[in-house]
């Protein structure tokens, strides 16, 4: 028994070590917790530490606390502390005693105070690392805004140091982080530069920068040996990652030219242990000065990509044939090394690039197959819709039932057919190819139907035709009609909405009816019944003929609606007949519902086109509407508070006639009365975390005053919900008897710091369009032209030379690419991808 427990002894002691070791990695990786006291006697002069100070721990802070967490294992391996610091209650410092102070983190360095930190710009382990890393190489890293500031600090650093220039499009990115890491460890070697800025990037890039991507250079500084000779820079071709970035410093570090006087397949250098190819310059004693140049030149041009090596043929005695002059050497074990017989450098350069080419080839083939392999739900973009496009990115669209058009062909498709629907675009933006998908969807319902076109305009590739047509954003749809000016869409690009305004807005608007017998079958939904599927009102303006004015108002207002809604008119003298029968004065609007098979007059008491405009979208709106994304913009403007119903799912018989009775009632004007169906609208989760610390449950009906004070009431869940309990407490409410569940911020939500501002960055990367005011081949200017040559102002104009020259010599102005689309939107199958694009 005794030989039993002591062989197994061995094994429990090593089970044991491993428990310890496991426990103690899990510990050095946990957000350490400490009070106030505590954490200061822990500081240590030098020793950088990330604090947070926390008294009581809301919802909206743990999300900050878990991306805290997540990243004290990365600050640890840079010697720098996370802390959170616990604060009594009774605490009132400057870092505990403060409401604002706890939205805040702080880094140190010791007990010195280096940098206070929004808890929002702390958004993930990526923006956190690079912020902290930011903060504490000042020295090493520095931000640069202007081209003139950049060309000082270039000036200054001449003959001492090369500068690495970084561009990243935000601060707190994935990018971000990888330049912040790598100055940690290359900061003393290099002047690093950072930059937010897309007009600095355009001025260091020979090539069109768009501002999208991030961007690093290595300027060439160390070598420049007159103040009046430029940094020769060198961009980093792969994306920015600490692994890449620490590849591509390595190649810039080393020789340009390497003289090598061993067995080329002994020879090893960084290029080689990267998995670069190396191409020897075969050299001899009588051509040595001009076979170095040669090779300076070939390295320059293939710096980052290639190595090169001047080989001395004379001291190896190397068995090749004699008019060999290029030797290629790649990564690969056991692949012998190649000697070829070039005649100028632009073969060498071709050769390392086609080469470089079949790899990337390979490789890019072999991510295709693993990304068919995985699952194609995983996360891949923060914006839900430029995910989208790439989780759909190998979908097949229908896109011969679009007609695409060009500079040449747009003004004789806009007038053969009666009715041409066009889209204008942007290939390379998502939620432009977002919408081609939407619209390719309402090509397929309309297929076959007689006088409607749909047609397309990638404004990447005809600036010209977007800007005669007024496109100053996009994607934006247009109607066009002969002879009438164009109708622009406003409303959500999804396929129900585009195709209800496409179909609509093919019916005269107002419908001038002839007689009492038409209007009546306007009002049945007889006139127009093919219609009946995309609206469920109908209204007409009903006048005497002497009423001229009120008349033209109601016309304007008609166009104004276009699309949006079916409008009839009639001035017949027997107008007083059809007055009498519905009861309404004169002049008047009927809403024909059909659904509810109702018509309700309303007095026309204000006669501008606007005002008309604004009653019928008013009384167009629900009793008691389901609150959608959609619709919420239409409610939200009447400005009201809103009492909403929270459903997940349908509503019961009970609760939506009580509810309707509320909606109907003589307070109707007091709120609005609506509900929301979770299922149909996830969105309202994250409204009732919002509302509500814990989740309520459901049916729960909630007050919410968003226009006056943000206070959110809940209804007792120990009542029914009856017209007249509703009703008492919505008075104790407004009396201030009852306690709000929570009051919501009308704070503006500003960015923290300008670096921050991230709209601003994503407006000044979109494409600026040149206005051309000829019209193009001769032909006379049609009703949109003239539209566009009159609203023309808020579209930018551009003073460059180069395209002013094209159009004189009748060039087509934009660019020489044309149908440049991702294989995303169309059979046109590209090999590059969205994002390279």
Same mark, same amino acid.
């Given at each position: 028994?005794?030989?039993?427990?002591?062989?197994?002894?061995?094994?429990?002691?090593?089970?044991?070590?491993?428990?310890?070791?496991?426990?103690?990695?899990?510990?050095?990786?946990?957000?350490?917790?400490?009070?106030?006291?505590?954490?200061?006697?822990?500081?240590?002069?030098?020793?950088?530490?990330?604090?947070?100070?926390?008294?009581?721990?809301?919802?909206?802070?743990?999300?900050?606390? #878990?991306?805290?967490?997540?990243?004290?294992?990365?600050?640890?391996?840079?010697?720098?502390?996370?802390?959170?610091?616990?604060?009594?209650?009774?605490?009132?410092?400057?870092?505990?005693?403060?409401?604002?102070?706890?939205?805040?983190?702080?880094?140190?360095?010791?007990?010195?105070?280096?940098?206070?930190?929004?808890?929002?710009?702390? *958004?993930?382990?990526?923006?956190?690392?690079?912020?902290?890393?930011?903060?504490?190489?000042?020295?090493?890293?520095?931000?640069?805004?202007?081209?003139?500031?950049?060309?000082?600090?270039?000036?200054?650093?001449?003959?001492?140091?090369?500068?690495?220039?970084?561009?990243?499009?935000?601060?707190?990115?994935?990018?971000?982080?990888?330049? =912040?890491?790598?100055?940690?460890?290359?900061?003393?070697?290099?002047?690093?530069?950072?930059?937010?800025?897309?007009?600095?990037?355009?001025?260091?890039?020979?090539?069109?920068?768009?501002?999208?991507?991030?961007? +690093?250079?290595?300027?060439?500084?160390?070598?420049?040996?007159?103040?009046?000779?430029?940094?020769?820079?060198?961009?980093?071709?792969?994306?920015?990652?600490?692994?890449?970035?620490?590849?591509? +410093?390595?190649?810039?570090?080393?020789?340009?030219?390497?003289?090598?006087?061993?067995?080329?397949?002994?020879?090893?250098?960084?290029?080689?242990?990267?998995?670069?190819?190396?191409?020897?310059?075969?050299?001899?004693?009588?051509?040595?000065?001009?076979?170095?140049?040669?090779?300076?030149?070939?390295?320059?041009?293939?710096?980052?990509?290639?190595?090169?090596?001047?080989?001395?043929?004379?001291?190896?005695?190397?068995?090749?044939?004699?008019?060999?002059?290029?030797? +290629?050497?790649?990564?690969?074990?056991?692949?012998?090394?190649?000697?070829?017989?070039?005649?100028?450098?632009?073969?060498?350069?071709?050769?390392?690039?086609?080469?470089?080419?079949?790899?990337?080839?390979?490789?890019?083939?072999?991510?295709?197959?693993?990304?068919?392999?995985?699952?194609?739900?995983?996360?891949?973009?923060?914006?839900?819709?430029?995910?989208?496009?790439?989780?759909?990115?190998?979908?097949?669209?229908?896109?011969?039932?679009?007609?695409?058009?060009?500079?040449?062909?747009?003004?004789?498709?806009?007038?053969?057919?009666?009715?041409?629907?066009?889209? *204008?675009?942007?290939?390379? #933006?998502?939620?432009?190819?977002?919408?081609?998908?939407?619209?390719?969807?309402?090509?397929?319902?309309?297929?076959?139907?007689?006088?409607?076109?749909?047609?397309?305009?990638?404004?990447?590739?005809?600036?010209?035709?977007?800007?005669?047509?007024?496109?100053?954003?996009?994607?934006?749809?247009?109607?066009?009609?002969?002879?009438?000016?164009?109708?622009?869409?406003?409303? =959500?690009?999804?396929?129900?909405?585009?195709?209800?305004?496409?179909?609509?807005?093919?019916?005269?608007?107002?419908?001038?009816?002839?007689?009492?017998?038409?209007?009546?079958?306007?009002?049945?939904?007889?006139?127009?019944?093919?219609?009946?599927?995309?609206?469920?009102?109908?209204?007409?303006?009903?006048?005497?003929?002497?009423?001229? %004015?009120?008349?033209?108002?109601?016309?304007?207002?008609?166009?104004?609606?276009?699309?949006?809604?079916?409008?009839?008119?009639?001035?017949?003298?027997?107008?007083?007949?059809?007055?009498?029968?519905?009861?309404?004065?004169?002049?008047?609007?009927?809403?024909?519902?059909?659904?509810?098979?109702?018509?309700?007059?309303?007095?026309?008491?204000?006669?501008?086109?606007?005002?008309?405009?604004?009653?019928?979208?008013?009384?167009? +709106?629900?009793?008691?509407?389901?609150?959608?994304?959609?619709?919420?913009?239409?409610?939200?403007?009447?400005?009201?508070?809103?009492?909403?119903?929270?459903?997940?799912?349908?509503?019961?018989?009970?609760?939506?006639?009580?509810?309707?009775?509320?909606?109907?009632?003589?307070?109707?004007?007091?709120?609005?009365?609506?509900?929301?169906?979770?299922?149909?609208?996830?969105?309202?989760?994250?409204?009732?975390?919002?509302?509500?610390?814990?989740?309520?449950?459901?049916?729960?009906?909630?007050?919410?005053?968003?226009?006056?004070?943000?206070?959110?009431?809940?209804?007792?869940?120990?009542?029914?919900?009856?017209?007249?309990?509703?009703?008492?407490?919505?008075?104790?409410?407004?009396?201030?008897?009852?306690?709000?569940?929570?009051?919501?911020?009308?704070?503006?939500?500003?960015?923290?710091?300008?670096?921050?501002?991230?709209?601003? =960055?994503?407006?000044?990367?979109?494409?600026?369009?040149?206005?051309?005011?000829?019209?193009?081949?001769?032909?006379?200017?049609?009703?949109?032209?003239?539209?566009?040559?009159?609203?023309?102002?808020?579209?930018?104009?551009?003073?460059?030379?180069?395209?002013?020259?094209?159009?004189?010599?009748?060039?087509?102005?934009?660019?020489?690419?044309?149908?440049?689309?991702?294989?995303?939107?169309?059979?046109?199958?590209?090999?590059?991808?969205?994002? %390279?694009?």
């Amino acid at each position: 028994m005794s030989s039993k427990r002591n062989r197994w002894a061995p094994g429990f002691s090593f089970l044991l070590l491993c428990s310890c070791c496991m426990s103690s990695a899990r510990n050095a990786n946990a957000l350490l917790e400490l009070s106030p006291q505590e954490y200061l006697s822990s500081l240590q002069p030098g020793k950088a530490s990330l604090v947070y100070f926390s008294r009581n721990v809301s919802p909206g802070v743990r999300p900050f606390l #878990e991306q805290m967490e997540s990243s004290v294992q990365p600050l640890q391996d840079y010697g720098i502390s996370v802390v959170k610091v616990n604060c009594p209650k009774e605490e009132v410092s400057r870092y505990c005693g403060k409401q604002n102070a706890l939205l805040k983190a702080y880094l140190f360095r010791g007990n010195i105070l280096l940098r206070e930190f929004p808890t929002d710009a702390l *958004f993930n382990v990526n923006a956190i690392v690079a912020n902290v890393l930011f903060a504490l190489l000042f020295n090493e890293v520095k931000y640069i805004a202007s081209p003139v500031d950049h060309q000082n600090l270039e000036n200054s650093l001449k003959g001492r140091l090369n500068v690495i220039f970084a561009y990243v499009p935000a601060i707190g990115t994935a990018e971000h982080r990888a330049v =912040m890491e790598a100055a940690f460890v290359y900061g003393t070697a290099h002047q690093f530069i950072l930059t937010t800025e897309v007009l600095l990037l355009k001025s260091v890039s020979t090539e069109d920068a768009d501002g999208l991507s991030a961007q +690093l250079f290595f300027c060439h500084c160390k070598r420049v040996t007159e103040p009046t000779q430029p940094c020769r820079r060198t961009p980093m071709e792969q994306p920015l990652s600490t692994l890449n970035i620490h590849k591509y +410093l390595k190649l810039m570090e080393a020789p340009i030219v390497t003289e090598v006087a061993a067995d080329p397949e002994k020879v090893s250098t960084v290029h080689l242990q990267l998995g670069l190819p190396l191409v020897f310059i075969l050299s001899q004693k009588e051509t040595y000065e001009a076979d170095r140049r040669t090779a300076e030149f070939v390295a320059w041009q293939l710096l980052g990509r290639a190595g090169v090596a001047l080989l001395a043929r004379d001291s190896l005695g190397l068995n090749v044939l004699l008019q060999s002059n290029v030797a +290629l050497k790649t990564a690969e074990e056991g692949v012998p090394i190649k000697y070829l017989v070039l005649e100028d450098t632009d073969e060498i350069i071709a050769l390392v690039e086609n080469k470089l080419k079949g790899e990337q080839f390979q490789e890019y083939e072999e991510e295709e197959d693993e990304e068919e392999k995985e699952n194609s739900d995983k996360d891949v973009q923060d914006d839900q819709v430029v995910e989208a496009i790439h989780r759909d990115r190998k979908r097949e669209l229908p896109l011969d039932l679009i007609r695409t058009l060009t500079e040449e062909t747009f003004h004789p498709a806009v007038t053969e057919t009666g009715h041409t629907a066009v889209l *204008f675009y942007a290939s390379w #933006e998502a939620v432009s190819l977002a919408t081609l998908q939407s619209y390719v969807e309402v090509a397929v319902e309309l297929k076959g139907t007689s006088g409607v076109s749909l047609a397309r305009v990638n404004c990447w590739d005809w600036p010209g035709v977007c800007a005669k047509q007024n496109v100053t954003q996009f994607p934006v749809v247009k109607i066009y009609e002969k002879g009438e000016r164009p109708v622009t869409y406003g409303g =959500m690009l999804g396929t129900e909405d585009l195709l209800r305004f496409i179909m609509l807005s093919r019916v005269s608007c107002p419908l001038k009816l002839a007689s009492a017998a038409a209007v009546e079958g306007y009002l049945r939904g007889e006139l127009l019944a093919e219609l009946l599927p995309y609206h469920t009102t109908s209204v007409l303006g009903l006048f005497m003929p002497s009423m001229k %004015e009120a008349r033209e108002a109601f016309i304007e207002a008609g166009t104004i609606l276009k699309g949006y809604v079916t409008t009839g008119l009639y001035y017949g003298d027997d107008a007083s007949v059809l007055s009498s029968k519905y009861n309404a004065p004169l002049p008047a609007l009927l809403f024909a519902r059909h659904e509810e098979r109702s018509i309700d007059p309303v007095l026309l008491s204000r006669l501008t086109p606007q005002e008309i405009a604004q009653t019928i979208r008013y009384q167009l +709106l629900e009793t008691f509407p389901e609150i959608t994304v959609e619709n919420l913009p239409a409610y939200w403007s009447l400005g009201r508070p809103l009492l909403i119903l929270f459903s997940d799912g349908d509503l019961g018989p009970w609760d939506r006639n009580e509810m309707l009775r509320l909606g109907r009632g003589s307070d109707r004007e007091a709120f609005l009365a609506c509900w929301l169906n979770l299922q149909r609208t996830p969105a309202g989760r994250g409204i009732l975390k919002a509302y509500f610390s814990t989740p309520p449950p459901l049916p729960l009906l909630a007050w919410v005053n968003l226009h006056a004070g943000g206070e959110v009431f809940a209804f007792p869940p120990d009542q029914p919900v009856t017209q007249s309990n509703v009703l008492s407490w919505l008075e104790k409410c407004r009396a201030g008897l009852q306690l709000p569940s929570t009051t919501l911020s009308d704070a503006p939500w500003t960015p923290p710091l300008p670096a921050y501002n991230f709209l601003r =960055m994503m407006e000044s990367t979109l494409p600026e369009f040149t206005l051309h005011t000829a019209y193009g081949r001769g032909d006379p200017p049609g009703p949109w032209q003239a539209e566009a040559a009159e609203e023309k102002a808020p579209v930018r104009e551009e003073q460059a030379e180069e395209p002013r020259a094209e159009a004189e010599e009748g060039q087509p102005p934009g660019r020489d690419l044309r149908g440049t689309v991702p294989r995303l939107v169309g059979r046109e199958r590209q090999v590059k991808r969205h994002a %390279e694009l």
